[in-house]
């Protein structure tokens, strides 16, 4: 069922059959179906997928917390290799491994131009609209379009991709693992290095120790904290958390006062730096609590459920705690995670251990069902 057509330049500008994975609707199992992948327009690339990570994101849509639009691809974790490109596009070409990212680099906009700009004012994350830049799409199942997430949609075999999505990689680099630097490497590691600014000898506290909060975890480690306190209801992540650097388990359902004020007595006046990578008011709010009230410093993470409002004291701010946001860690994804990618060549960083689970793509609903139960860290998925 799974056979896969071969790149070839007959298929240049023609459109492309292959099997996907669809969500016709939220709370209901993908279905892998005949999709038809127009061939790339002015600017975009066409992209034979290799793997693809699953990540918390796609599972929160699934389950209805996030609100995209219907019928949809998932996938925004993808490694891949050229199929075939668009007029106009310079920066890759027909064979090149690539990443496919979440957040474009257009190096055009204010934020793009920007130093510390990484939010992409052509993003299709913060309200997504399931297409392409000049609003429309490239799949087709059962005669009806399906939308694209995140301008990469990966869980398929063959996508369509804006340029300004796509970075070129080594072409060594192992394609079945590096597909998870298209968002959990670089979120985690780079909520650590780009947006708190992690010091040696601080003390850390990470709520959430599924695939984001390991690469916090791995991070924080490498920057010399002292103390890393890892918070999760699920106990079975503690083992694996340890081995990463946690060197306090937290589980909020077994304590006998709010996690919060459990973290504030451990170390004294409150940790230097907080990390939510759960997606919930609840735990935003306890992450910016557990902060030293002078000086701490709380970064969002996660994503949460679609029209939330996060309220909290505002003396939690005027104390002095400082409270930031960044999506994928605030890197300039064409420019900086290609790096990331030969860093992991030269052995400069590991991300091995962010890997737990391996499967074919025709056992994506597996995949969700063990990332959904607590079983899986991070499960790539091959093509």
Request: aromatic fraction near 6%.
């Amino acid at each position: 069922m799974m056979e896969q057509a071969q790149l070839s330049t007959e298929m240049a500008g023609k459109v492309i059959t292959c099997w996907a994975a669809i969500a016709w609707t939220a709370n209901a199992p993908l279905s892998i179906e005949e999709v038809e992948v127009d061939p790339p327009k002015a600017g975009e690339v066409r992209i034979k997928i290799l793997s693809s990570g699953l990540c918390g994101t796609d599972l929160h849509i699934l389950e209805g917390k996030l609100r995209v639009p219907f019928p949809m691809i998932l996938g925004h974790e993808g490694a891949g290799i050229v199929e075939s490109t668009g007029d106009g596009v310079t920066s890759v070409k027909a064979g090149d491994k690539v990443l496919m990212f979440p957040l474009p680099e257009c190096r055009e906009c204010s934020s793009c131009l920007h130093p510390k700009g990484n939010l992409c004012l052509k993003e299709n994350v913060l309200s997504p609209t399931g297409l392409m830049l000049d609003g429309t799409s490239r799949f087709t199942c059962r005669g009806k379009k399906i939308y694209h997430l995140s301008g990469t949609s990966t869980f398929t075999e063959y996508t369509v991709v804006h340029e300004i999505s796509v970075g070129k990689i080594d072409a060594a680099a192992p394609m079945d693992k590096v597909c998870i630097m298209s968002c959990e490497v670089p979120t985690g590691f780079g909520a650590v290095f780009n947006t708190a600014k992690v010091t040696p000898g601080s003390t850390c506290v990470v709520f959430g120790l599924g695939g984001i909060g390991s690469a916090v975890v791995m991070a924080c480690k490498a920057s010399g904290a002292s103390r890393i306190i890892g918070v999760d209801i699920n106990e079975e992540k503690f083992p694996r958390a340890r081995a990463l650097g946690v060197t306090d388990c937290l589980n909020p359902q077994k304590l006998k006062k709010p996690v919060q004020q459990v973290v504030v007595e451990m170390t004294g006046f409150g940790v230097d730096f907080a990390f939510e990578a759960v997606g919930l008011i609840d735990t935003m709010v306890a992450s910016l609590e557990s902060c030293h009230l002078s000086y701490g410093v709380c970064v969002i993470i996660g994503a949460a459920p679609s029209e939330s409002q996060l309220s909290f004291d505002p003396m939690l701010i005027l104390a002095g705690r400082t409270l930031k946001g960044g999506i994928l860690g605030k890197y300039k994804t064409r420019d900086s995670i290609p790096k990331l990618v030969t860093d992991y060549l030269q052995k400069k960083i590991n991300i091995d251990p962010l890997i737990t689970h391996k499967l074919p793509f025709e056992r994506i609903n597996e995949a969700f069902e063990l990332l959904q139960g607590g079983k899986c860290i991070r499960c790539v998925l091959s093509f």
